[in-house]
């Protein structure tokens, strides 16, 4: 038990999970107390004393089941039947039983591919846990084609699986036939979704039992290796999966508050103002004429005025939407945010972004209304910094902080630096964010060199954990 | 030390009995929180059932709640303990008016003695868990509040169960009791509490799960339209809302169309009754375009 756990422990690691001793140490304890057949109980007891962010997780489940799904996993699904027992009254002295039916099943024989067609629909319809796992695991053993020793991932299984499953038939099909006749459009919507979701779980008992066997064949840690996942706060924002984008918006939204929250705290605990003598007088009357109590005057909290100034070319799209969802979040925060986006022309977006409270509305907006096109539609950042200079430079005060993002990539066109000098000397601040990776900086027509002369820092901001240092520096 | 539960599932079964539907995540950080001695730090979005964990499991233990809410500019005075300095100008007044009297012999070490002593002491929530004879439960609530140095306060009283006063010395904790905070992630907390603590995250349950909450809350309503109601909610929470549905909304909602002796939920009903579960202009908007008008 002690090496699966210490192996479990190292992988947790490996992923990026920040697990101290004492962790360790309480989750062994924790195992100690609790009923080690309840697999759940087990799970959520390590959870427990090992996470320690709600982001964390995803990862913790996904090590957890490549570790202690041991291939004598019926012990654990008949544990897991009687810890839902509290919830299912009625279920839980069937469940057991038939868990052991099923198995029983798996070793005498399979099913053929109707059979599977209706234990699938049937699982679908029901969306009892017991059918479902029993439909994966057919599913799996039909069309999985697990080759031993083939280093490959889950996801390759699952996909191959899924396909020729034709799951996405089949739900359509569980939707329309399970739905009441006299439903309304809007009894059959909410219908419809629970049928997703029921099969969003039957995806996941398939790619749980296509790991309970990769595990089988090659052992825990090396599959725990092929499916490590980066955490979401680690992922490049440039090479983001869709899936990885979504999660990352997702953080971003409580980073923007939590930037304000923290700005608002700062600015009230500030140094005091000057002493307020009259205030200071009128208290001391409560205390006999002793100036017991000195008051001071409520510093003026300064209002800096932001200029974002986004490269949104196809290079740095993905880059480019992260940064302008944070200056959308924190547009209510900040008394005086303006955003500019530019490709080869540059334009102004603030009004795309304030009035729209729907970001990928705003987003839509600027794409097909920004002018930002000049010429041929590929960065020139000597184009996109003259325009600025012209238009909105006289604007950039000793108040503005200017941020620029891009990866000044500009195509081999006119730098024109002494603009980005320009603003640079008139701003307050001038910061440059790169999403690209520093060793690549200053190769290819990426000119990063010349302009970082111009600003008072520049910083690389390739994934969620670099914007928030970077955010909170600022604030 | 007597322990609290005997197992996880006796959690469950006992927090079902106070009304709280608890899943194996919750039970099992609560049936180590008694085991470990150790805090649970409570995250999730609001209205998620974090404090209302507490305070059941209180009840379930038949145990006092104290509750130390924070807020910013919370201090060792509101939250641990405070000298009350009131009693003790009397006193040293007292104190004065006699020796005058007795022309006499009290030395400042003599008062000094008397009045930093227990009698002068203003317990605070934290103080008073620990120094309590009786079975308590002590909530923490919305710890994120409270600015990172304050966090240090509730240190040493949530490792080591003790408060160290200056003048009087250590007080260790008789009982160690049932710690829970909660917190509402509006910014990091510190690496030093995470670690001394049991982490639990709560989020929105699953439509079966609070079809039961409310048939549990609300015993008179059907069973069909708990099972709407919770279908709805789910579905509301899956758009992209700037504040989703929180369970106490869908009990507000369940209840309003209860007494607006509605069997089911149409367009129309939803339409009417939204507000109670949607909050912004916005949301509400958002809402009525996907769902109402298809």
């Not at chain 1, 000057?274 to 001071?296: C, I, N, Q, W």
């Not at chain 2, 909602?253 to 007494?259: E, F, G, I």
């Amino acid at each position: 038990m002690i090496e699966t756990v210490d192996a479990f422990f190292d992988e947790l690691r490996a992923v990026g999970l920040p697990i101290s001793v004492t962790e360790k140490t309480d989750a062994l304890q924790a195992l100690t107390v609790i009923d080690l057949s309840n697999r759940c109980v087990v799970r959520e007891s390590l959870a427990a004393t090992v996470i320690k962010k709600a982001d964390h997780k995803e990862a913790f489940h996904t090590a957890f089941d490549i570790f202690f799904s041991s291939t004598k996993r019926n012990d654990f699904d008949a544990g897991e039947g009687l810890s839902t027992e509290v919830f299912e009254g009625e279920d839980s002295e069937e469940e057991p039983v038939r868990t052991e039916q099923t198995s029983g099943q798996e070793t005498q024989h399979s099913l053929d591919d109707d059979e599977l067609r209706s234990a699938v629909q049937h699982a679908l319809t029901t969306g009892e846990e017991s059918s479902l796992r029993y439909s994966a695991r057919h599913a799996v053993r039909n069309y999985g084609d697990i080759v031993a020793g083939r280093p490959v991932g889950v996801n390759y299984y699952l996909f191959k699986t899924l396909r020729k499953l034709h799951l996405d038939e089949l739900v359509a099909q569980v939707a329309e036939d399970s739905a009441a006749v006299d439903a309304t459009d809007f009894e059959k919507r909410l219908h419809e979704e629970h049928v997703k979701k029921v099969a969003q779980e039957f995806k996941k008992a398939v790619e749980d039992e296509i790991r309970r066997r990769l595990v089988a064949d090659r052992g825990s840690a090396a599959v725990a290796k092929t499916l490590r996942q980066t955490l979401t706060e680690d992922v490049d924002f440039i090479h983001a999966s869709k899936e990885e984008m979504a999660a990352i918006t997702d953080a971003i939204k409580p980073l923007a508050r939590k930037i304000a929250v923290r700005l608002a705290r700062k600015r009230r605990n500030k140094r005091r103002g000057t002493l307020d003598f009259r205030s200071t007088m009128r208290h001391s009357l409560s205390y006999g004429g002793v100036p017991a109590e000195v008051k001071y005057r409520q510093q003026r909290p300064a209002k800096p005025e932001i200029f974002v100034i986004a490269d949104i070319s196809g290079s740095v799209a993905s880059f480019a939407r992260f940064t302008l969802y944070l200056v959308h979040a924190l547009a209510s925060q900040f008394s005086n945010v303006r955003s500019f986006v530019f490709i080869d022309g540059l334009d102004e977006v603030t009004n795309y972004l304030a009035e729209n409270e729907d970001f990928d509305q705003a987003l839509a907006l600027v794409n097909q209304q920004a002018d930002v096109v000049w010429t041929d539609g590929h960065s020139n950042y000597g184009h996109a910094l003259e325009v600025f200079d012209q238009k909105y430079s006289g604007e950039v005060t000793k108040k503005s902080t200017v941020l620029f993002l891009g990866d000044a990539r500009n195509n081999y066109h006119e730098t024109n630096v002494e603009a980005l000098a320009q603003i640079g000397k008139k701003a307050r601040k001038l910061f440059w964010l790169n999403p690209e990776p520093k060793p690549y900086w200053d190769t290819g027509d990426s000119i990063m060199e010349p302009y970082s002369q111009c600003c008072d820092q520049v910083f690389e901001v390739r994934n969620l954990q670099q914007l928030e240092k970077f955010v909170d520096n600022l604030a | 030390m007597e322990h609290r539960f005997e197992s996880v599932s006796s959690v469950q079964k006992r927090l079902l009995d106070v009304d709280y539907l608890a899943d194996e995540a919750t039970a099992s950080a609560s049936f180590l929180a008694d085991r470990l001695g150790k805090p649970i730090l409570v995250e999730g979005p609001a209205g998620t059932g974090k404090t209302q964990l507490a305070k059941s499991v209180a009840e379930m233990l038949g145990a006092r709640l104290l509750r130390l809410q924070c807020y910013e500019g919370l201090d060792e005075a509101k939250a641990l303990y405070e000298w009350n300095y009131k009693k003790q100008l009397l006193r040293i007044q007292v104190e004065n008016a006699q020796a005058a009297a007795d022309a006499g012999s009290s030395t400042w070490q003599q008062m000094q003695d008397d009045i930093f002593t227990e009698d002068f002491l203003l317990s605070r929530p934290l103080l008073e868990a620990i120094t309590a004879q009786d079975p308590v439960v002590l909530l923490i609530d919305e710890v994120d509040r409270v600015e990172i140095e304050t966090e240090a306060l509730l240190l040493e009283i949530l490792s080591d169960y003790q408060v160290s006063i200056p003048e009087l010395g250590t007080i260790k904790a008789k009982q160690i009791p049932l710690v829970f905070l909660t917190s509402n992630n509006t910014r990091e907390l510190s690496e030093a509490l995470k670690r001394r603590c049991l982490f639990l995250h709560m989020d929105y349950p699953d439509a079966l799960r609070e079809q039961q909450i409310i048939q549990t809350k609300l015993p008179e309503i059907s069973q069909q339209l708990a099972e709407q109601v919770a279908a709805v909610v789910a579905s509301i929470r899956a758009l992209d809302l700037k504040k989703d549905p929180s369970i106490s909304e869908t009990l507000d909602w369940a209840q309003t169309l209860l007494l607006l002796g509605k069997q089911s939920i149409d367009t129309e009903v939803l339409d009417q009754t939204l507000t109670v579960l949607c909050k912004y202009r916005s949301d509400i908007e958002k809402v009525q375009k996907e769902l109402v008008i298809t």
